[in-house]
């Protein structure tokens, strides 16, 4: 288990909902977003997760609920994957909030290997580089990752 200021780090983020059959979020991410999160607190910047880990089923039903609303699989992967290509469901993405906490990580992430992944979710980030590394530029969207 890490401590980072007064946050457990124990392989199931304290910020992840009822797992329902899903895995732990990946030790690395967890790590890297509770040392973000101690880091943006001193900057005096609120900076949360808003979701994490997600269950196939929890995936599913947010897919689903975009086939509805935007009435083709093309423009709901722009912003809501199927389960089974979700980096939530994996373990390896996390959502975060607000808006001004989002902007912060968007800035500071790398320092600790969290990237923006998608120009269109400033909220969404994964780590996509080593500490300190250098993020690659986001795709436009999600959608990209069903073309390649």
Known sequence: MLVVGALQLTG???????????????????????????????????????????????QTALWTEALDTYGTAAEAARWVLPPEHSTHVQ???????????AAWLGEHGARWGLCQVYANEPWHFERATKNKGTCPDPLPDASELLTR
């Open 12 to 58: 199931h983020a304290p910020w992840s909902r009822e797992l329902r059959g899903a895995d732990a979020l990946d030790t690395a991410l967890e790590k890297a977003v509770g040392r973000a999160i101690e880091a943006a607190r001193k900057d005096g910047v609120e900076l949360s997760v808003t979701s994490g880990l997600r269950s196939v089923e929890e």
């Open 91 to 101: 373990g390896l993405a996390v959502d975060v909030g607000p808006v001004d906490g």
